[in-house]
């Protein structure tokens, strides 16, 4: 393994335990610049990240490198310029020297013209119980573009899929109708070009210039909370490109009505067309994930190793590829396949602890996503508006803290064990047929 995949496996680890703002800031433009004697020479951009780098993540990284690669002593840092970045680049060394595997390296060119990665495909995009409506509505998406499902609203935690799926649709519809203009971008590069339109006095370019594409697929729309004169601005573009029939597709990492300061005629046109989330992926998704990805790269995992991981692994698809990166590295050096002893101590160091959550937490954050009243939880009203998220509140408790009965009722106002058993098979079996109930569960837990 090269420098630049070494670095890229720790700052997928790394990225798991930080907002997307504080990534951004400490670790783009970061890259290891060389490894002399065990001491990795890690290039940042400026004095003020490296000196942050070294008091608030020194000990995190050092022990990243570490996990991955066995002949790293000590983590030094220079700061970089852009002229000497390629060169030094290219004269960095290896550090994971593959002995007997030959795993093949894939290069990946982003489009200039419309902003898409070819590696989000449909082809490579792993369909799941846990993703496969949203896989639906992108499929019914691409056969008719601007017709079904306009626009296309898909949300859910990091991780999940959605940059990959939105992305996959633009790809597709790219090879059978090229001639269709296709644009993907962030939310954020979206309003800092509405920004940098009015501070030039360029607004009419700006609105020519997004409003001639035929698809408009936009990252992370969360990014527009409290930007008011953004979202006007995504509010007359969203109008003009629906009544052309133009196909729009948005992602979040959350349902648009539960976005905060989110006007209410934006979340309304966004509800105008199909909203879908994707949830965590389930142990069997995951499992096909994991062989679908270290297959990507030549590696062959054993069944019983693939199942354990599978298994242990619960958190988001960027984690098991995480998980499969430090693997690849780890066959590299050790030239050999890994044993279950071996994987076990390396999902031991890489996986983060799991949260625990009160029912507190939980009754607060259910509350919160029904807009009534915590206390009302707790009241012996029988409010259809709060019979509901009581019942959806024991169902968690239930389902995913492992809570007696007993204890449950005790926890909400004193209820009889009696009357939590049939709440939780109430809101068990109307799940099974009941899609929106289904998605608003899944929505609670990705906050939880």
Known sequence: ??????????????????????????????YIARVDDGIVHLAVPNAFVK???????????LKSLRELSDVIRNLEYIISRDDIRKKESEQARPICNNLNTALPLHEYYIDKENNLNPKYTFDTFIVGPFNEL???????????????????FIYGNTGHGKTHLIQAI????????????????????????YINSINERKANLFKEKYRKYDILIMDDIQFFSNKESTQEELFHLFNTLHENNKQIVFSSDKHPNLIPNLEDRLKS???????VDIPPPDQDSRAAIIKSKAGSVGLIIDQEITEFIASNVEGNIRELEGIINSLICQTQLKGRNLNISEVRNLIKNSSKPKKNISAKEIVKIVADFYNIEEASIYEKTRRKEVVKPRQIVMYILREDCSISFPLIGQKLGGRDHTTVIHSCEKIKNEIKTDIALSQEINQIRTML
């Open 134 to 152: 949203a896989h639906a509505a992108a499929q019914a998406v691409v056969k008719n573009p601007g017709m079904s499902y306009n626009p296309l």
């Open 51 to 61: 000196e942050w780098l070294v008091t608030k993540y020194h000990k995190t990284i």
């Open 170 to 193: 633009g790809n597709h519809i790219k090879v059978t109708a090229p001639h269709k203009k296709i644009i993907y971008l962030t939310s954020e590069k979206f309003a800092i070009d």
């Open 1 to 30: 393994m090269d420098n630049k995949k070494l670095w890229d496996s720790v700052l997928v680890g790394i990225e798991l335990s930080l907002s997307k703002a504080s990534f951004n800031t400490w670790f783009k433009d970061t």
């Open 269 to 275: 046109r966004f509800s105008s067309g199909m909203i």
